[in-house]
């Protein structure tokens, strides 16, 4: 068994961490013309409350 100090391994879960987000942020290109174009995504939570009533 390797003997890794507690500091080291959290910070190996820190980068996982970054790394996952970072995948997670990146946006599909349609997103972005549109976002320079001046559209903003609305979240749709009509449909999200029927479903929950």
């Known amino acids: 068994?390797?003997?890794i100090h507690h500091h080291?391994?959290?910070?190996i879960i820190?980068?996982?961490i970054i790394q996952i987000h970072m995948?997670?942020?990146v946006q599909h290109p349609?997103?972005?013309?549109l976002?320079?174009?001046g559209f903003t995504q609305q979240v749709y939570l009509?449909?999200?409350q029927e479903c929950l009533d």
Do not use: G
């Open 14 to 16: 820190d980068m996982e």
């Open 8 to 11: 080291t391994m959290i910070h």
């Open 1 to 3: 068994m390797i003997n």
């Open 46 to 48: 009509k449909y999200e």
């Open 23 to 25: 995948i997670f942020m």
């Open 35 to 37: 976002q320079q174009n």
């Open 30 to 33: 349609s997103h972005t013309l």
